[in-house]
């Protein structure tokens, strides 16, 4: 792959998509292990400057600049609390107006690089309601109240980040702070008391606001919710406006404190399964800038051979570097207390750690992008383990309330267990499962004569299939290119029970065209950050209500996450214009000892329900290259695009 021109899957795109899924499965797995998508480098260059340009320092200025800040000092603002409470709130509303994570063509927006508010600014598009039972939150169709509400949390949030902050002389919890910091017995680093009389709070009345209109968004459509990755931010906004006019400012650092060793155990937590060696590959594999190919190869267990499980190394990097990592350090950091196992050298340590690791997962480009997150989480653990040491009145004992931590832990501990015993009830991004590779996820099986109904659905962009060929590809090719998605996901576990699943229900799969559903639902609700429960039968129901599928036309392989260490999946196969068709579950380790292509067939499935409408269903194989598509040598096309972008320079 070059600058400028991304690298195209190496095989004739004709006689590529003509290939049996098998066939096609062992060819895409092979390109995605080996090179990625195969975006162009320009396209990574776009990200990291995006965030590390617009977001860090253009978001540095907006802070300071909105705070009567000076941003050239940098010393005397890095710890002031208003810098990181800005900075979150900054955050969530990027990601609430959709420019942060899931975002361009990582994350299937190929044009508009954006879903986000261009769908949830308009009446009409789909919603999906969390809980039908509550009053006035029904319908699958947004109004000019969900609008309303939308926009009113957007201008919340901009109006708490524009706001100069609150000084000492109008909040006392400020004051006392700073007097806290001044004294000298406390023991507290010259950087905070030398500039503790310029510390100022973010103003607290705008973001009150912010989250009640949240909550109501959240109950109308949780696609906005969780967009806003209210799992990360929500509580800390709530910390901000709670601990200093209820309590002290130290308990709210302290508090932030716990909440990050609280996402990143949660994290580590869950991934302790059979799933998560199985993302280490092909997420190095996308990497563009790092390891070289010799290396991404030899994350597999052969990859020369054709053996694409995880390799060693792949072990190694899921369950060392990354469980134990991220089980060890945070708790290192939060615990160790004065001069206990090296005191703040030992916290430090962790704390650079923990941000190596943010900076990893940046490196790898993963496919949801939520790069500024990450950005974010590095920045804060350096301010507050570093910024605020333990051993200086800022350990998780020195709240002012003996409860107080307690109540701190206790909402998000509740959803990672309770979202890891029950994942159909709590999303996985609530429940902290974003690495895990255990997702609910699904693949769409669309007859070719029939994908154009999609077209009937309302919204402001069209599928990636169209926009690819908007970009200037023919047919052939940008379905070529798009199927990468496909390789991707079969290197994960859940694939390899989908895959199952459609060669054995699906009688013309080898001719139909095929949709990875993560890319395909950010086609239709203008968002997905790998949460399978934006795709199931509730969605499907809400397209087939304008796309009017005919049975058979339009089916769906979904699967639910696996429950904590149960060892096997819970599966759906959904017809778009009957419903849920068929119900079972496969063990998680026949999946993950099986080949991406499923070259012994498919894996065991046990049927638990079967509708008999289904059985009455009449397939028939179609070609599935229309006959409108052109030919064209793949080096034909790769110079062709190489001669545009030198003559557009």
């Known amino acids: 792959m070059g600058y400028n021109v991304p690298r195209f899957p190496n095989a004739d795109p004709e006689e590529l998509i003509r290939r049996p899924l098998q066939k096609r499965l062992k060819f895409l797995s092979k390109e995605w292990g080996e090179w990625g998508f195969g975006a162009a480098r320009k396209i990574s260059v776009m990200y990291l400057t995006k965030l590390f340009g617009a977001w860090l320092i253009g978001g540095a200025l907006l802070i300071t600049l909105t705070s009567h800040l000076n941003p050239l000092d940098v010393g005397s603002w890095w710890t002031n609390p208003i810098v990181y409470q800005k900075l979150v709130v900054m955050t969530m509303l990027l990601e609430a107006i959709g420019i942060a994570g899931s975002w361009g063509p990582l994350a299937g927006k190929f044009g508009p690089l954006t879903g986000g508010i261009l769908f949830w600014s308009r009446p009409g598009t789909i919603k999906l309601s969390p809980y039908k039972w509550v009053p006035f939150t029904?319908?699958?169709?947004?109004?000019?109240?969900?609008?309303?509400?939308?926009?009113?949390?957007?201008?919340?949030?901009?109006?708490?980040?524009?706001?100069?902050?609150?000084?000492?002389?109008?909040?006392?919890?400020?004051?006392?702070?700073?007097?806290?910091?001044?004294?000298?017995?406390?023991?507290?680093?010259?950087?905070?008391?030398?500039?503790?009389?310029?510390?100022?709070?973010?103003?607290?009345?705008?973001?009150?606001f912010a989250v009640i209109l949240l909550v109501l968004v959240g109950l109308r459509d949780k696609t906005i919710f969780l967009a806003a990755r209210s799992e990360q931010y929500l509580l800390p906004v709530v910390f901000f406006i709670a601990f200093p006019n209820l309590f002290e400012v130290t308990d709210m650092i302290i508090a932030l404190k716990i909440f990050l060793v609280t996402v990143w155990v949660g994290a580590g937590f869950s991934k302790m399964n059979r799933h998560f060696s199985l993302v280490i590959p092909p997420m190095l594999a996308n990497t563009p800038f790092w390891p070289p190919r010799w290396l991404k190869k030899r994350t597999f267990k052969d990859f020369d051979n054709d053996d694409l499980r995880p390799g060693p190394l792949a072990h190694f990097f899921s369950h060392v570097l990354g469980t134990i990592v991220e089980l060890t350090a945070p708790l290192t950091m939060l615990f160790v207390v004065g001069t206990a196992l090296g005191g703040q050298t030992t916290v430090t340590l962790a704390t650079l750690l923990m941000v190596g690791f943010c900076f990893f997962i940046i490196s790898t480009f993963p496919v949801a992008v939520p790069l500024e997150w990450n950005l974010l989480f590095a920045i804060c653990a350096v301010i507050f383990f570093i910024g605020y040491p333990n051993s200086a009145g800022f350990s998780a004992f020195d709240m002012s309330e003996p409860w107080m931590p307690f109540a701190v832990i206790a909402i998000p501990l509740i959803l990672v267990i309770f979202g890891s015993i029950r994942p159909d009830k709590v999303s996985f991004l609530a429940s902290l499962r974003q690495y895990g590779g255990n997702w609910a996820t699904a693949l769409w099986a669309i007859h070719p004569d029939a994908e154009k109904k999609l077209h009937r659905v309302y919204r402001p962009t069209k599928d990636q299939i169209d926009q690819i060929q908007a970009m200037g590809l023919p047919y052939p090719l940008a379905e070529a290119f798009l199927e990468m998605s496909l390789g991707w996901r079969s290197l994960h576990s859940q694939a390899r029970g989908l895959f199952s699943l459609f060669l054995k229900e699906v009688p013309d799969i080898d001719h139909r065209r095929i949709r990875e559903a993560e890319f395909a639902c950010n086609a239709m609700i203008g968002f997905n950050f790998g949460e399978g429960h934006f795709h199931n039968e509730e969605l499907i129901a809400a397209i087939q209500e304008e796309a009017q599928f005919e049975p058979g036309e339009f089916i769906v392989a979904w699967v639910e996450s696996e429950a904590l260490w149960h060892g096997y999946q819970e599966y759906k196969l959904i017809d778009a214009a009957l419903g849920v068709v068929e119900?079972?579950?496969?063990?998680?380790?026949?999946?993950?000892?099986?080949?991406?292509?499923?070259?012994?067939?498919?894996?065991?499935?046990?049927?638990?329900?079967?509708?008999?409408?289904f059985d009455k269903l009449q397939f028939t194989a179609t070609d599935i290259v229309g006959p409108?598509?052109?030919?064209?040598?793949?080096?034909?096309?790769?110079?062709?695009?190489?001669?545009?972008?030198?003559?557009a320079r």
Do not use: C
């Open 583 to 613: 119900r079972g579950r496969w063990r998680v380790k026949d999946a993950v000892a099986e080949q991406p292509w499923l070259p012994n067939g498919p894996i065991p499935l046990t049927v638990t329900w079967r509708s008999p409408d």
């Open 628 to 647: 409108d598509a052109v030919r064209q040598p793949l080096e034909e096309l790769v110079e062709a695009e190489a001669h545009a972008e030198e003559m």
């Open 138 to 208: 029904g319908g699958s169709r947004r109004t000019v109240v969900d609008v309303f509400l939308y926009h009113g949390f957007l201008f919340s949030l901009g109006t708490a980040l524009f706001l100069p902050g609150q000084s000492a002389a109008e909040l006392p919890a400020l004051a006392r702070f700073q007097q806290f910091l001044a004294d000298p017995a406390n023991g507290v680093p010259s950087w905070l008391s030398q500039n503790a009389e310029s510390f100022l709070l973010i103003q607290t009345t705008p973001l009150i």
